[in-house]
């Protein structure tokens, strides 16, 4: 039965869910201009016979051609939101993180799958009871630094798939960080810890405590990749000082002792700064998205009713928040690229 509605999925031409908010859906344009786009979608809207309640959508666009389908991991069984994108072009793959919660959302776990003509296996990245994982960001790098046993340093080329994400106990909450190794297509080594560990509290700076401050922007971890594709940024909040970091993760490869020999890839925190926090009003169901731009300059932009909300970091400090209209004179792809120019602009 499943497979029949897999069918028919397929042969839909057009988006599935234009109900659906900014959380609960995630866009991908490749440079070979494929336009990917992820939704979560109720089961019985789609007319699906499946244990999930939620599963998501993925649908494909390339110049004519546009197919749709499930994504096969999300049909087990949970209800499964929050999706998020990255593309490696030498392989041609499909990285889909997304929040499964089951037990009626008594519990969640952050999963991850690819695609490249083919799916893999669904993999739980991160889980644990009445916790609830949301606002995920994902990038991929290129290169790995790799040490031999006398600590010298070469650079190698290797796939790795970077995820940040804001984790809600209901009584304390944070930000949370996942480092994938990808050889041949296959997920060969998974590392997660909490961001604050690549922290300096030396470099913390007072976060703003007037009563105008809106702290749900804290809650928005996002994630840019390097120019050089060996490095991600990652901008997130705290909570307790109203402050925010900007850390500079890279992945390394290091000889691994012990009597099964072979090798070790951690990620190594190059570089935090507290860069306190903008005075930058975002809702709890939006798509937090950064700019980065020569001599430190960032941009964190998210869609509103009138445009495209977004604040600048240069120079130490953030800028008031402004609005970049979109109307039917500029597109919301141009709005970003407009950003994308102030971001690298002297």
């Not at 939101?81 to 008594?106: C, H, V």
């Not at 739980?124 to 994982?133: G, I, L, P």
């Not at 560990?197 to 105008?212: I, Q, Y």
């Not at 509103?304 to 609005?323: M, R």
């Amino acid at each position: 039965m499943i497979k029949r509605f897999l069918v028919a999925l397929v042969l839909i031409a057009t988006p599935l869910l234009a109900f659906a908010d900014a959380a609960n859906r995630a866009f991908l344009l490749t440079q070979d201009g494929t336009l990917f786009t992820v939704e979560s979608a109720y089961t019985d809207e789609l007319g699906i016979q499946s244990p999930s309640t939620q599963v998501l959508v993925l649908t494909t666009r390339n110049d004519q051609d546009t197919t749709t389908a499930v994504v096969p991991g999300t049909l087990l069984g949970g209800s499964h939101t929050n999706p998020a994108l990255a593309y490696d072009a030498a392989s041609k793959s499909l990285f889909i993180f997304w929040q499964r919660a089951t037990s009626n959302g008594m519990s969640s776990d952050l999963v991850f799958c690819s695609y490249n003509g083919k799916w893999s296996e669904a993999t739980s990245v991160d889980s644990a009871t009445y916790h609830y994982s949301h606002n995920i960001q994902v990038a991929v790098t290129r290169k790995i630094d790799v040490y031999d046993e006398y600590g010298v340093r070469t650079s190698a080329n290797g796939l790795t798939v970077h995820a940040a994400w804001w984790e809600d106990t209901g009584r304390s909450e944070w930000a949370r960080y996942a480092m994938l190794s990808i050889e041949d297509g296959v997920l060969t080594d998974t590392h997660v810890a909490d961001l604050s560990l690549f922290t300096n509290v030396s470099h913390e700076v007072p976060g703003p405590r007037d009563a105008d401050f809106n702290n749900e922007v804290l809650r928005h971890p996002v994630i840019t990749e390097s120019a050089t594709h060996d490095s991600v940024d990652v901008v997130f909040g705290d909570l307790v000082t109203n402050n925010m970091h900007r850390v500079t993760i890279k992945p390394a490869l290091y000889p691994k002792g012990g009597s099964d020999g072979g090798r070790l890839r951690v990620p190594i925190g190059v570089k935090d700064a507290g860069i306190g926090a903008p005075h930058f009003r975002t809702e709890s169901n939006a798509r937090l998205s950064a700019l980065s731009g020569d001599n430190g300059k960032l941009v964190l932009y998210a869609t509103g009713k009138n445009g495209l909300n977004y604040v600048t970091f240069a120079n130490g400090a953030w800028s008031p928040a402004h609005v970049l209209p979109i109307d039917d004179k500029i597109s919301s792809e141009a709005a970003i690229e407009v950003l994308r120019r102030m971001a690298n602009a002297d």
